[in-house]
């Protein structure tokens, strides 16, 4: 159990675009929701925390403009990157947790995106 | 302020050699730490947490409050456990991920 997917696992978008990325959890309830971006040979960087219901809260440095989530379900999250530029390429990962607290995450496979 | 840290970005042993991967943490209340692997082209899983005290694949850590350490150690390391390892920290609402440190068992 706990399987988490993200949609598409792969995206490129031209600059000034949008993309949105989908993570859902597929057998269990996730109360809240974490979106991380990863850059290469370097670890994880979480960008904003989500719970159900409510906004998310973005992490120092991180524009929530910029990156929109929405968490309008218990099994589905959203990241919108809004204006997409070359810079915004990296892997986008999601995870999902079933306590408010966030403990034990279950992480997406991940989402390539690369903007030209 | 860097909650978790994890001081080796990469470390390299010799197969059955003991492995030790350092974390520590700040926080001053209780901490619920964990232990994340990350094997070549795999989504990120959990290996361990610390509540649970259970050893998987071999993998024990220990939580030293006085120290504010996690390390991570197997007595004889395997081709196998190859892998990117990060320590986590989740305290109330947040949660926090070292830099992770690259773990390369020689053959």
């Known amino acids: 159990g706990a399987v988490v997917s993200q949609h598409p696992s792969r995206v490129i978008c031209k600059s000034g675009t949008s993309v949105k990325i989908e993570c859902r959890s597929l057998?269990?309830?996730?109360?809240?929701m974490f979106w991380y971006r990863q850059f290469p040979k370097k670890s994880l960087m979480l960008m904003a925390t989500?719970?159900?219901?409510?906004?998310?809260?973005?992490e120092q440095g991180v524009e929530k403009d910029k990156f929109l989530i929405n968490h309008a379900s218990l099994t589905l999250s959203t990241l919108t990157v809004t204006s997409a530029h070359p810079e915004d390429s990296s892997f986008y990962i999601c995870?999902?947790?079933?306590?408010?607290?966030?403990?034990?995450?279950?992480f997406g496979p991940g989402t390539r995106l690369t903007v030209t | 302020a860097q909650r978790v840290t994890q001081p080796e970005k990469l470390l390299s042993v010799f197969k059955g050699a003991p492995v030790e991967l350092k974390c520590n943490y700040s926080?001053?209340?209780?901490?619920?730490l964990f232990w994340y692997v990350q094997y070549s082209r795999q989504r990120l899983q959990l290996l361990l947490r610390h509540i649970s005290r259970e050893s998987i694949k071999g993998f024990t850590a220990d939580l030293n409050k006085g120290e504010t350490s996690f390390h991570l150690k197997k007595p004889f390391a395997q081709e196998e456990d190859s892998a990117m390892y990060y320590c986590?920290?989740?305290?109330?609402?947040?949660?926090?991920f070292g830099t992770g440190t690259s773990l390369t068992v020689i053959p």
């Open positions: 926080y001053s209340g209780s901490p619920e």
């Open positions: 986590a920290l989740g305290t109330g609402n947040q949660f926090y």
């Open positions: 057998d269990f309830q996730a109360t809240t």
């Open positions: 989500s719970n159900e219901g409510s906004k998310a809260t973005y």
């Open positions: 995870s999902a947790s079933r306590a408010i607290k966030g403990y034990e995450q279950y």
